[in-house]
């Protein structure tokens, strides 16, 4: 049965707490930080990107090449209709039956708005044609801002064949990379990482990249 440990980040100093708190393993929702704290189990392990040491690969250089002409911009945490639309159609996709499926806009409020840190929310755009005033929406990231690191809470982005060349999920976290590095912050988390899980494969073609075992963050270079 999964268990996980909850604490309020409702102290005098919430945002001090929340990076404390990263550094061991935990995740921010809402105002609650998280860990997994299974009897039997340590497969859920928390990762981030040495921002200030990566260096993308060719595969990612070229992926950076491809995104150049998207419009991004940092807003606040305030929710729009145009970000859960874009939310919804990305969940019915990627995680029909998931926990987040049937999301209402009142529960997209809370996830992006009820945060007691500093958050922000990074909107990604194609560039304005004919009569657009701004440029179509194709990515949304919840991103927690620390005095040394950047932590994705939850990105999502539009799943339509026509942008599968941009492998926008990789991109956004390279973009959060680059501004870390232009930030000289350290880290990037990007939440956990499950071995043999499909979905999160992802994160390890990010290096180096550092892994939270029980005795401490080991970085580990290779696939």
């Known amino acids: ?34 860990r997994p704290s299974c009897d039997d189990c340590a497969e859920c392990k928390s990762v981030r990107i040495p921002a200030l040491s990566f260096r993308p690969s060719r595969t990612q250089s070229r992926l950076i090449k491809l995104n150049d002409d998207l419009i991004i911009q940092k807003i606040p945490n305030i929710a729009t209709h145009e970000h859960y639309d874009l939310l919804s159609k990305y969940l019915s996709e990627r995680h029909a039956g998931g926990g987040m499926a049937n999301m209402t806009f009142e529960e997209y409020t809370n996830m992006v708005e009820a945060s007691p840190v500093n958050s922000c929310l990074m909107e990604y755009r194609l560039p304005a044609s004919g009569d657009e005033i701004i440029g179509k929406l194709v990515a949304v990231t919840l991103t927690d801002v620390m005095t040394g690191s950047l932590s994705l809470v939850y990105s999502f982005f539009d799943i339509a064949t026509q942008y599968n060349k941009r492998s926008l999920g990789t991109y956004i976290i390279l973009d959060h990379v680059a501004r870390a590095r232009l930030l000289d912050l350290n880290y990037v988390y990007l939440g956990y990482w499950v071995q043999n899980s499909p979905k999160m494969a992802y994160k390890k073609n990010f290096r180096p990249l550092e892994i939270l075992h029980p005795e401490g963050w080991f970085l580990t270079e290779k696939p």
């Open 1 to 34: 049965m999964e268990r996980k440990i909850f604490t309020e980040l409702k102290e005098i100093d919430p945002d001090g707490l929340h990076e404390s708190l990263a550094k061991i393993g935990f995740r921010r929702s809402q105002d609650i930080a998280y």
